[in-house]
Nanobody, 123 residues
Framework: QVQLVESGGGLVQAGGSLRLSCAAS????????MGWFRQAPGKEREFVAV????????SYADSVKGRFAISRDNAKNTVFLQMNSLKPEDTAVYYC????????????????WGQGTQVTVSS
């Protein structure tokens, strides 16, 4: 059974930083592209970032480009999202996602989802 467990969310002031982690189990981690989505109150879930399986190719939503950085540690089955210069509009539940296809994360619907972690940015 695939499990994606997020951690690292919390409350931070605007301009601050947070680092989210996602521990994966039940899958061969290095064979999956991994990413992050988010859902703000009253809004649809939206793509945030994706990283390829092993060669470190990444892509970001325009709204976070230059502020967020996705990375992964295949030895520890973990993916990270470093969030800097946070803004109140970044407030959302952040979901870790995984899929064998990189494009499914960026352009479609990832197969696996975590339960989410709340990030709140105060002004």
């Amino acid at each position: 059974q695939v499990q994606l467990v997020e951690s690292g969310g919390g409350l931070v002031q605007a301009g601050g930083s947070l680092r989210l982690s996602c521990a994966a189990s039940g899958l061969t981690f290095s064979r999956y592209a991994m990413g992050w989505f988010r859902q703000a109150p009253g809004k649809e879930r939206e793509f945030v970032a994706v990283i390829s399986r092993s060669d470190g190719i990444t892509s970001y939503a325009d709204s976070v480009k230059g502020r967020f950085a996705i990375s992964r540690d295949n030895a520890k089955n973990t993916v990270f999202l470093q969030m800097n210069s946070l803004k109140p509009e970044d407030t959302a539940v952040y979901y870790c996602v995984g899929d064998a296809a990189y494009g499914s994360i960026q352009f479609s619907a990832p197969r696996y989802w975590g339960q989410g972690t709340q990030v709140t940015v105060s002004s």
